[in-house]
Nanobody, 122 residues
Framework: VQLQASGGGLVPTGGSLRLSCAAGRTSSNNGMGWFRQAPGKEREFVAT????????DYADSVKGRFTISRDRVKNTVYLQMNSLKPEDTAVYYCAASRYASGSSQVGPYVKWGQGTLVTVSS
């Protein structure tokens, strides 16, 4: 089952976007994560959530600005991004872990979406 990420776009500094990831029923009991990759940089962890939404974790760079959540009925994971900065510009990827817990590491993730581009203008 492919993951479908959407919601990216062009926003000014300080703006907000909500990314969505349609994960499918087979990922409903799996931890999920959001990663991002800026041009010329390595893919980096952004946020993760466990299978039931009870535990979340964030990269220090986005804490207090981004919120990850999931709707298990809709099998969708969200990333609400507020107070966006130019350094948040990247392609954002959602991923499904092989485990029920979330993770900040790439290793546990076995399914990846195609990515959605977020551009924050200065």
């Amino acid at each position: 089952v492919q993951l479908q990420a959407s919601g990216g776009g062009l926003v000014p500094t300080g703006g907000s976007l909500r990314l969505s990831c349609a994960a499918g029923r087979t990922s409903s009991n799996n931890g999920m994560g959001w990663f991002r990759q800026a041009p010329g940089k390595e893919r980096e962890f952004v946020a993760t959530i466990n299978w039931n939404g009870g535990n979340t974790d964030y990269a220090d760079s986005v804490k207090g600005r981004f919120t990850i959540s999931r709707d298990r009925v809709k099998n969708t994971v969200y990333l609400q991004m507020n107070s966006l900065k130019p350094e948040d510009t990247a392609v954002y990827y959602c991923a499904a872990s092989r485990y029920a817990s979330g993770s900040s590491q790439v290793g546990p993730y076995v399914k990846w979406g195609q990515g959605t581009l977020v551009t924050v203008s200065s």
